[in-house]
């Protein structure tokens, strides 16, 4: 399969819906998009497996390399492996439900989904780029139209929220940028070249002084995008200003790119870095874990709510990198999936409720389950996979991130884990009340007139993210069978460096 | 030793050529319109840019005062495209104004000026140069004939340059001194860094610095840019800033190259300096013109980032660098010369829902400046990070990560104008504007380059390849 197709298909969508006329042309054409992103990441992952059952076992399929700044030794240079497939797949997921919900927009529809899809972009080739200027670059594509789509169409305070949200991700990737011009000037590869090959740079060693020295930057500068601690204050004012296709991209795409980074990068192309920086990384990310559960409790919008939430959620996908075993970093990459499509189908929920009810503070609802019962249910199941159920994938992701905590041994780490666990109580907790306050009991605004359930571009929206959910809740071997080899490649990586220390 | 003089020299006769024809227009009739010269001179500045792309040669004459290379032919094709581009925005400018013939002739010097600075092989022929493009400017700088501020900002210009143009010769003086020549050529093999002669090059270099506004020389450059015209103002802030950074460039890399040591960290200090003034003072403004100077100097700022890093990859990286801001800058400039020229608006508030109202040019101005903060998948992108990637590879991490903060906080302010236009939900205070076919083409090949340059890999392959 020609991974560039990922990157033409969202390019020629947003093209054909710049030279649309009115709305139903925009619609129909970010639709049809949409659904041949899902179809290419289907038929990516098909053809994933068939390579892999004939026994191919390169670290990365698909490989494709293409000169692009020779000079410099820049290529445009992409691949998968299980890691990135499961990352393209929830991508075309979360952006197929986007556009669905956001159906009904009217204000300057052809621009809102021109960005969305634009956005898409920026994802797609960020996660099968193999070279690290292509995969800065698409970094930061995906930076821009989330600070538009916020601002124009938001709610809230939008213009800050936007505005903080742009600044604090370009910063991260300007961390990044330094951590990346580091390395790059620190590979010798073939000839006293320098590399920005990721595959390459990772049969190199680099000198533990400039893995000590860079680690921080790369890391902490993908860390501002997945939420880690103290950078993660973009995440409840962005996610809570955006309009909900945004806050579904937001969180449930955008914040993956962090994890994605931290992994792919920063750990596996500085395992001793990585290592020595571990115990670090471990307390800060059970602080956003405990510190995210805590706040959210607190919260009374049922946007924040999830956004906090989010927060903590994600702490465990830097919890399960940091603790540097198999198990950890296989449910840590489930953790991105199964929070992607978990938190796009909660913002999807919380978007529908707020259309018909114009409000989202969960005590001035209630009893929403009388008059739209199947958002109501699509909203109970979203916080039950938030919570931990069995059976869906949250229960899934965590508790694989736990038991790979728990195989490290030393005290810290078992600590870490504990703490982490606890915060499962807390989150049923905001939870569980948020449902019942909202769902359950009397109908208290009874001021919207007749608010109808949900539509089918809604169900469909919500069908599609469900069905990810129990897929991976109730057979999750497939995905496990999907990432392990990947997260082996990364633990050997850093098991190898230790042992040569 | 005709025809190789025609060849070296094809871009100064040119220009010089068409200097004449607007002189004998000038006076051979008074009938014109100033619609049909606008349209003459920009198809004679189009058949000039073309013609850029043919006959090119290295060579040396008038006993290596004059030297032409590839590089130096790309960089004039460089400035006769940005002329192009300034004069097709200004139409809706000059359109009505009574002088447009003199204008065109003071600009053209000018530009024939840089070109002679530009190939000077001998820091005589290059003061030649300098004054010849100086001077003009200040004229034009005057060209909003009614305003006071206009008159104003030619003075600042004109006093400041002599300013600068003194150091210079000092420094010039200087060298010649204690080398005893002034031939490019041969002043890398007399230069030994004795205390004099960093005297001379600190002259020099303060010099240049007026000239491309690095802090702390940079007092004029908003207030020349307020009160000039704003197609001047862009020439200003490109075109000259273009020219006299090639010269630089090269002279730094050529003839000081074994005082190296030095100015490399005067170049640190000076980038580090001229990033955060640019960028704090850039946050304050409201008037557009003088924003887009402060976020010119910040540029500045990033290039000397570029030219402290070593030979082949910073003068290739300050090059592509200034190719893709000759875009992005122009075309930023363009959208607010074009409002200013119709509205004679020209604050940010003014802006407000601009995009409602005018989309196609909101679009275009948020491209720019999309591109001015090297936001990805613009050219500004490439740009910047070539020029920071140039300057990582001494190992210099301090100043790259300095670099990096003054993008995050450059951002800001570039995304401040484009909140104003797409997020305001007031009503919009400029009514929708016809744009006439000039500027349009202006604003879309300046849209063209910023996309597209990014993607096309052979125009650096190309500049890396002459930049030995």
Redesign the interface.
């Known amino acids: 399969m020609n991974l560039s197709l990922l990157i033409f298909i969202p390019l020629l969508t947003a093209f054909v819906i710049l030279l649309c006329r009115g709305e139903k042309q925009v619609r129909a054409a970010a639709l049809a998009g949409g659904v041949a992103q899902m179809l290419a990441g289907f038929i990516l992952l098909v053809a994933f497996w068939q390579e892999r059952e004939t026994g191919n076992t390169t670290q990365m399929l698909f490989q494709y390399n293409h000169?692009?700044?020779?000079?410099?030794q820049i290529n445009y240079h992409v691949g998968v492996d299980g890691i990135s497939v499961a990352m393209i797949l929830l991508t075309s997921f979360v952006v197929l439900a986007g556009i669905l919900v956001s159906w009904k927009l009217e204000k300057m529809s052809k621009e809102f989904f021109f960005l969305l899809i634009f956005l898409s972009i920026g994802a797609y080739g960020y996660f099968i780029s193999l070279d690290l200027?292509t995969l800065f670059?698409?970094l930061?594509?995906a930076?821009?139209p989330k600070?538009?789509l916020i601002?124009?169409w938001g709610s809230g305070k939008?213009?800050y929220s936007?505005?903080k949200l742009?600044?604090m991700l370009?910063?991260g990737s300007?961390?990044v940028?330094?951590g990346l011009?580091?390395l790059?000037?620190n590979t010798n590869a073939a000839g006293g070249l320098h590399s920005f090959d990721l595959t390459q740079i990772a049969q190199m060693h680099i000198p533990l002084r400039v893995q000590k020295?860079f680690f921080p930057f790369v890391f902490g500068g993908f860390g501002v995008f997945g939420a880690l601690f103290p950078f993660h204050t973009w995440v409840p004012d962005g996610h809570s200003s955006a309009p909900t296709a945004a806050s579904m991209f937001l969180a449930g795409i955008s914040m993956k790119l962090g994890g994605y980074g931290c992994l792919r990068v920063a750990t596996y192309l500085m395992p001793d870095a990585a290592h020595a920086y571990a115990p670090v990384i471990i307390v800060l990310a059970t602080i956003a874990i405990i510190y995210g559960a805590f706040a959210t409790m607190m919260q009374t919008d049922l946007k924040y709510i999830n956004a906090y939430s989010s927060v903590s959620h994600c702490g465990f996908v830097l919890l399960g990198i940091a603790m540097l075993t198999q198990t950890s970093i296989n449910g840590a990459v489930m953790q991105m999936v199964s929070h992607g499509l978990m938190t796009a189908l909660f913002f999807a929920a919380i978007g529908m409720i707020y259309d018909r009810m114009h409000t989202r503070v969960a005590a001035q609802l209630g009893g929403l389950l009388k008059i739209m019962p199947f958002i109501s249910t699509v909203f109970v199941l979203a916080g039950l996979c938030s919570l931990g159920l069995p059976g869906l994938s949250g229960f899934v992701a965590e508790a694989t991130v736990f038991m790979g905590a728990w195989q490290n041994p030393d005290t810290l780490y078992r600590v870490a884990t504990i703490l982490s666990c606890a915060s499962i109580v807390v989150t049923a907790v905001y939870i569980l009340r948020a449902v019942g306050q909202a769902i359950m009991g009397p109908l208290k605004k009874t001021d919207q007139g007749n608010v109808g359930d949900a539509s089918w571009n809604e169900k469909f929206a919500a069908v599609i993210l469900l069905a990810g959910i129990l897929a991976i809740g109730v057979a999750p071997f497939w995905l496990y069978k999907l990432i392990s080899p990947a997260a082996e490649v990364v633990i050997q990586h850093v098991t190898n460096a230790v042992i040569k220390n | 030793m005709t025809n190789e003089f025609y060849v070296l020299m094809k871009f100064e006769l040119l220009v010089a050529l068409i200097i004449f024809i607007l002189l004998f227009m000038k006076v051979g009739s008074s009938s014109w319109s100033n619609k049909k010269v606008l349209v003459a001179v920009n198809l004679l500045l189009l058949v000039n840019f073309v013609f850029g792309f043919f006959m090119n040669s290295d060579g040396t004459l008038f006993g290596e005062m004059f030297r032409t290379n590839k590089m130096v032919e790309l960089q004039k094709n460089m400035l006769n495209l940005g002329a192009l581009i300034i004069s097709a925005q200004s139409y809706s400018w000059l359109k009505n104004h009574a002088h447009v013939m003199e204008f065109y002739m003071l600009l053209l010097s000018t530009l024939l000026g840089m070109f002679f600075m530009m190939s000077a092989g001998n820091f005589l022929m290059f003061y030649l140069g300098l004054e010849l493009s100086t001077i003009p400017l200040a004229a034009i700088c005057n060209f909003d004939l009614e305003k006071r501020q206009s008159s104003e900002a030619a003075i600042k210009f004109i006093i400041l340059s002599a300013l600068s143009s003194a150091l210079l010769l000092f420094g010039i003086s200087l060298v010649y001194g204690t080398t005893g020549t002034l031939n490019f050529s041969e002043l890398p093999g007399h230069l030994n860094g004795s205390a004099l002669q960093l005297f001379a090059f600190i002259l020099i270099l303060a010099g240049f610095a007026f000239k491309i506004s690095i802090v702390p020389f940079h007092l004029w450059t908003a207030d020349v840019y307020e009160g000039s015209p704003v197609a001047v103002a862009a020439y200003l802030s490109v075109i000259s800033k273009a020219a006299f950074l090639f010269v630089f460039t090269s002279v730094l890399y050529t003839v000081f190259k074994p005082i190296a040591g030095s100015w490399y960290n005067m170049l640190f200090l000076l980038s580090v300096l001229t990033m955060f003034t640019g960028n704090l003072f850039a946050v304050r403004q409201n008037n557009l013109k003088r924003f887009l100077a402060f976020s010119s100097i910040t540029q500045m700022g990033f290039i000397l980032v570029g030219i402290s890093g070593s030979n082949q990859?910073g003068y290739?990286s300050v090059v592509y660098f200034l190719l893709i801001y000759i875009f992005s800058n122009l075309g930023a400039f363009g959208v607010v010369a074009f409002v200013s020229a119709v509205t004679g608006k020209e604050n940010m508030d003014d802006y407000k829902a601009f995009y409602k109202t005018n989309p196609f040019l909101a679009s275009v101005l948020s491209v720019s400046l999309?591109s001015l903060a090297g936001?990805?998948?613009t050219a500004g992108?490439?740009g910047k990070?070539?020029l920071?990637?140039a300057g990582?590879?001494r190992?210099n991490?301090i100043l790259?990560?300095i670099a990096?903060?003054n993008?995050?906080i450059s951002?800001?302010y570039y995304?401040?104008v484009?909140?104003t236009m797409?997020?305001e939900e007031s009503r919009a205070t400029i009514e929708r504007l016809p744009v006439n076919i000039f500027a349009k083409l202006a604003m879309l090949v300046c849209v063209a380059g910023i996309l597209a340059i990014g993607f096309v890999?052979w125009i650096?392959?190309y500049i890396?390849?002459l930049s030995l």
Do not use: D, N, T
């Open positions: 000169q692009w700044f020779s000079p410099l200027f670059f698409f930061e594509i930076v821009i600070f538009l601002g124009i939008k213009q936007a505005m742009a600044l370009m910063g300007a961390m940028f330094v011009l580091g790059y000037f020295l | 990859m290739a999309f936001i990805p998948p992108f490439f990070f070539f920071i990637m990582a590879e190992g991490y790259i990560s990096a903060l993008m995050i951002l800001y995304l401040r484009v909140q797409f997020m890999p650096y392959h890396y390849a």
